[in-house]
C-alpha cells in the first residue's frame, strides 16, 4: 500500500514537471515567433528592443509629468527667480 501511494505521488509530480515543461515550451515559441515577426532571429534582440520600448515609455511618462507641472509652477510666483540650475539631476530617469 505504501509504494503504491508512493509510485502515485511521484507520477503526479511527474505529470506537473511534464506540464511545467509543456508551458514552457509553449511560451517559448510564442516569444520567438513574435520575435521573427519582428524581423528578429534572436529572443535576446528581442528582449533588448522590448527593454528599450518600455525605457522609451517611462521617459516619455517622466516627461510629460514633468510638462504639466512646469505649466503649474511658471503660474506660481513664489517659483519667480528660482535657478533651476542649482537643482541636481544626478540619480534621475531622465537624460
Known sequence: ENQLENAEEQLRNAAAEVGCLRKQKRLWFERMMKAIRRGLFSVKKLECEEAEKKRACVAAEVQAVVAEESVIIARDSS???FNWNSVD??????D
Open 89 to 94: 539631476l544626478r540619480g534621475s530617469m531622465i
Open 79 to 81: 517659483f519667480e527667480g
